[in-house]
């Protein structure tokens, strides 16, 4: 997983359809704008009612999201405006601080999502737990759905969930018929149109189920003439406007944090929504740029500025509208606009049309979408990871106290339950044929270390001992007991052995060397420190037991050096690989994956990857170069490589690996680019082989792409703009292969970018596209860095 995760710079998007900017492009936008249109327009209504606020703040928010927030945030297909995420929040800001106040908490509350924003804090949103997310967003459908309800009765809501379920009995006992049956009518058409069947059922499905249900039913109340209250649209020149904030100071500080981080997680989880539905989508084929999340955030923040000063209801990305734009075949965030046009032409023009409808049909809506906000799928995603507990904690407390509350307690909650398990620690100790075996369940913490010390001491002197690790995590203290306990028990004359969960030895490394941390390079490091004036970095090809650097070449006199490092391997390493060894023998290999990379001699990639033997099917060359298909001077060595990955052995991904300070991109650098009409040949095989280069070199000197970005920052100098570049380069040449090209539209090969930084030894991953395949459609190129893991043990 990666961390500290980098922002996209901010460009317009330059893809264009098949067949040019023409009718085909425009009408797929039209057509995608009107169906979210109709969507929109009761949503909107039913939200306003929801909150209590004046109906015009509903259009408002929703006119500003299509046009605002559709032309400057960083998603082209989602769409913005009110949405039910909020209804609580605001509801409740409207009751304490009445509705202009709340309009200026709104534009705060934008400001703030600037200010996010221009931070490019946008991604830390994504790394609040999905439990938190989706109980906060069940609580707030819990509360919508039972404030509703009291409208589908015929009644009013309360001013909280507590107080709505206090009085339902008494609603129920004296319901209004005419209000009753309107919102039965409406949920009805809800449900049941998406199900209609035949040819018919296709056609009607065509026209939202809400516009529909709400349509039906407000003509349904005409024609039988039902007296109910209907919406009421005043005159827009008496449209309340925003005035200053008027109350405490932490209270409304509070306000407009909650509508920031409520509107700010929900819009970026939507805009990360929608990439997946789009990755998805089969037609049109036209290539839609990724969510930049901090653009969005920014729009988002614009939004609610305008939305809040114009008198409309806070505005966020709505992952319902969003979808239907994606299913109607959306091309560009034209469609959002014309959206927003649409609305703002409906809340100008169709004043008669809209007072006709019965506010009994617009609560059974937005009931039906609180209702649905209990997602079964989440809630068995959430049961299925074990943070059901997390889960249901936040949605009690967003019920009972409110949202801002609800989501700190959860917070707190999930904390709890992750230290819970960081100290959950199952130690049993058991004999069988002559073995004592100790097994260590969970991870060990200092916390574990008394009973640990309790049970190791059980073991008999002189006995064979096992002590099987199974967890990821090992602190200092556990790890000081378990080798003083070695220690102890083999002067006793006793026998100890740590395995993994699967029974592999874990080595044991020297405690009093500085390097001991660097256990699987044991080897290496006892050579490289042997000689150190004999070993020259970069020199050779890579034996058994060398290490980064050295390359395991032998130049110390008659090959002594050779064979120390051959003998320490038949000594140390060999015993513990041989056996996988003798089963890939007989079995074959099946690397997962091709990993191309630079034959510099300071990159070794089982140890950047931490793979083994038969993990990866590795392919070097100066550069990390992948020659595209009919280039002039080709060599296939690479393509033959690429071809047995990809068709023979069937692996799953191809990752190209540039480094730091790499040389081959030094001399690119220096080497002038060669005259197309010259019939002098190039020198050198190394000129040569660079030319295949020169692709990488021109994308980075073109105006056409902005410059690669190492997890937030700009390279150090035009060395490393290169390599990175040239991953970027390289991974589109790879797309050109016919074995790489079928393998991606089969669904079956991920390609990935990867740069490591030999001085950091830190290793970064090209930030779009990874696992999914879509190098070509990159618009940026970022790369992340990677954060470690916790440790499970050492490989042998």
């Known amino acids: 997983m990666t961390a500290g995760v980098s922002t996209h710079t901010d460009r317009p998007a330059r893809p264009t359809p098949p067949g040019g900017r023409g009718f085909r492009i425009a009408g797929a936008d039209l057509s995608a704008s009107?169906?979210?249109?109709?969507?929109?327009?009761?949503?909107?209504?039913?939200?306003?009612?929801?909150?209590?606020?004046?109906?015009?703040?509903?259009?408002?928010?929703?006119?500003?999201?299509?046009?605002v927030v559709g032309r400057l945030g960083g998603a082209p297909l989602q769409v913005s405006g009110p949405a039910a995420g909020l209804t609580v929040v605001t509801a409740d800001l409207i009751q304490r601080y009445g509705w202009r106040t709340t309009c200026a908490i709104t534009v705060c509350a934008g400001l703030a999502q600037l200010g996010l924003a221009a931070l490019r804090v946008a991604r830390s949103a994504l790394a609040v737990s999905p439990a938190i997310v989706h109980g906060m967003l069940a609580g707030i459908g819990v509360t919508i759905a039972l404030a509703q309800l009291h409208i589908v009765l015929?009644?009013?809501?309360?001013?909280?969930?507590?107080?709505?379920?206090?009085?339902?009995?008494?609603?129920?006992?004296?319901?209004?018929?005419?209000?009753?049956?309107?919102?039965?009518?409406?949920?009805?058409?809800?449900?049941?149109?998406?199900?209609?069947?035949?040819?018919?059922?296709?056609?009607?499905?065509?026209?939202?189920?809400?516009?529909?249900?709400?349509a039906l039913s407000t003509t349904a109340a005409a024609l039988v003439g039902l007296r109910l209250e209907r919406v009421d649209l005043p005159s827009w020149s008496s449209h309340a406007m925003p005035e200053l904030p008027e109350g405490p100071v932490l209270g409304l500080l509070a306000a407009v944090l909650t509508i920031t981080l409520v509107g700010s997680v929900e819009s970026l989880l939507s805009a990360v929504a929608v990439d997946k539905?789009?990755?998805?989508?089969?037609?049109?084929?036209?290539?839609?740029?990724?969510?930049?999340?901090?653009?969005?955030?920014?729009?988002?923040?614009?939004?609610?500025?305008?939305?809040?000063?114009?008198?409309?209801?806070?505005?966020?990305?709505?992952?319902?509208?969003?979808?239907?734009?994606?299913?109607?075949?959306?091309?560009?965030?034209?469609?959002?606009?014309?959206?927003?046009?649409?609305?703002?032409?409906?809340?100008?023009?169709?004043?008669p049309v809209l007072d006709l409808i019965p506010l009994a049909a617009l609560a059974a809506l937005v009931m039906v979408v609180g209702v649905q906000m209990v997602n079964i799928?989440?809630?068995?995603?959430?049961?299925?990871?074990?943070?059901?507990?997390?889960?249901?904690?936040?949605?009690?407390?967003?019920?009972?106290?409110?949202?801002?509350?609800?989501?700190?307690?959860?917070?707190?909650?999930?904390?709890?339950?992750?230290?819970?398990r960081l100290t959950r620690t199952r130690i049993t100790v058991e004999e069988r044929d002559g073995v004592h075996r100790v097994r260590a369940r969970g991870q060990l913490t200092f916390l574990a270390v008394p009973r640990l010390s309790r049970m190791l001491h059980q073991i008999p002197q002189e006995a064979r001992c096992v002590v099987e690790l199974d967890g990821s995590f090992m602190d200092h203290a556990a790890y000081e007991a378990l080798h003083d306990w070695r220690t102890a028990h083999i002067a006793q004359g006793g026998t100890a052995q740590f395995t993994g969960r699967t029974g592999g030895s874990?080595?044991?490394?020297?405690?009093?060397?500085?390097?001991?941390?660097?256990?699987?390079?044991?080897?290496?490091?006892?050579?490289?420190?042997?000689?150190?004036?004999?070993?020259?970095?970069?020199?050779?090809?890579?034996?058994?037991?060398?290490?980064?650097?050295?390359?395991?070449?032998?130049?110390?006199?008659?090959?002594?050096?050779?064979?120390?490092?051959?003998?320490?391997?038949?000594?140390?390493?060999?015993?513990?690989?041989?056996?996988?060894?003798?089963?890939?023998?007989?079995?074959?290999?099946?690397?997962?994956?091709?990993?191309?990379?630079?034959?510099?001699?300071?990159?070794?990639?089982?140890?950047?990857?931490?793979?083994?033997?038969?993990?990866?099917?590795?392919v070097r060359n100066v550069g990390n170069l992948v020659p595209p298909p009919g280039a002039d001077g080709v060599d296939d060595s690479v393509a033959a490589a690429i071809e047995y990955a990809v068709d023979v052995l069937r692996v799953e991904s191809i990752t190209v690996c540039g480094h730091s300070g790499c040389?081959?991109?030094?001399?690119?650098?220096?080497?002038?680019?060669?005259?197309?009409?010259?019939?002098?040949?190039?020198?050198?095989?190394l000129a040569r082989w660079l030319r295949h280069g020169q692709p990488s070199l021109a994308r980075m000197r073109s105006r056409q792409h902005a410059w690669a970005r190492i997890s937030g920052r700009l390279p150090a100098d035009a060395?490393?703009?290169?390599?990175?570049?040239?991953?970027?380069q390289q991974l589109e040449h790879l797309r050109a292969h016919e074995a790489v090209a079928r393998g991606l539209a089969e669904g079956r090969l991920e390609l990935h970018g990867m740069y490591f930084h030999v001085g950091e030894a830190q290793a970064y991953l090209l930030a779009d596209g990874v696992g999914t395949g879509a190098v070509a459609a990159l618009d940026e190129e970022v790369f992340n860095r990677v954060a470690p893991t916790a440790r499970e043990g050492s490989r042998a």
């Not at 000063?309 to 014309?338: D, E, H, I, K």
């Not at 040389?663 to 095989?685: C, F, I, K, R, V």
């Open 663 to 685: 040389g081959a991109m030094q001399a690119l650098l220096n080497t002038p680019e060669p005259d197309a009409g010259s019939a002098h040949p190039l020198p050198t095989p």
């Open 377 to 420: 799928t989440h809630l068995r995603s959430v049961r299925r990871n074990r943070e059901l507990l997390v889960y249901a904690v936040t949605l009690t407390a967003v019920v009972f106290t409110g949202v801002l509350e609800g989501v700190v307690i959860g917070i707190a909650v999930a904390v709890a339950v992750a230290l819970h």
């Open 719 to 728: 060395v490393e703009q290169l390599c990175l570049t040239n991953v970027v």
């Open 506 to 618: 874990i080595a044991e490394p020297p405690s009093d060397e500085p390097h001991a941390r660097c256990r699987p390079w044991a080897p290496w490091r006892n050579h490289h420190h042997v000689a150190p004036a004999a070993t020259r970095p970069g020199a050779a090809a890579t034996v058994p037991g060398a290490g980064p650097g050295d390359g395991g070449t032998v130049r110390s006199p008659g090959g002594r050096q050779l064979a120390s490092g051959l003998g320490s391997f038949q000594r140390d390493t060999a015993p513990l690989v041989r056996g996988e060894l003798a089963r890939l023998a007989r079995e074959g290999q099946r690397p997962s994956q091709l990993f191309l990379t630079c034959a510099d001699s300071r990159l070794v990639t089982s140890m950047i990857t931490s793979s083994g033997p038969g993990d990866l099917f590795t």
């Open 154 to 214: 015929g009644g009013s809501p309360q001013s909280s969930a507590v107080a709505n379920v206090r009085g339902l009995p008494a609603q129920l006992a004296h319901p209004h018929p005419g209000a009753l049956s309107v919102s039965a009518l409406t949920i009805a058409v809800l449900l049941l149109w998406p199900r209609a069947p035949g040819r018919a059922g296709r056609a009607l499905r065509k026209i939202p189920a809400a516009l529909a249900a709400v």
């Open 277 to 351: 539905l789009v990755a998805a989508r089969k037609t049109p084929g036209v290539r839609i740029p990724r969510a930049r999340l901090d653009r969005e955030l920014a729009g988002q923040g614009a939004g609610n500025v305008v939305s809040g000063a114009l008198g409309g209801l806070p505005v966020t990305g709505v992952a319902v509208r969003s979808a239907a734009n994606v299913a109607a075949g959306s091309v560009s965030r034209n469609s959002t606009m014309l959206h927003g046009l649409w609305i703002a032409v409906a809340a100008l023009l169709l004043v």
């Open 34 to 67: 009107i169906a979210v249109f109709l969507i929109a327009l009761p949503l909107s209504l039913g939200i306003a009612l929801a909150t209590g606020a004046p109906l015009q703040a509903g259009l408002v928010a929703a006119a500003v999201g299509g046009l």
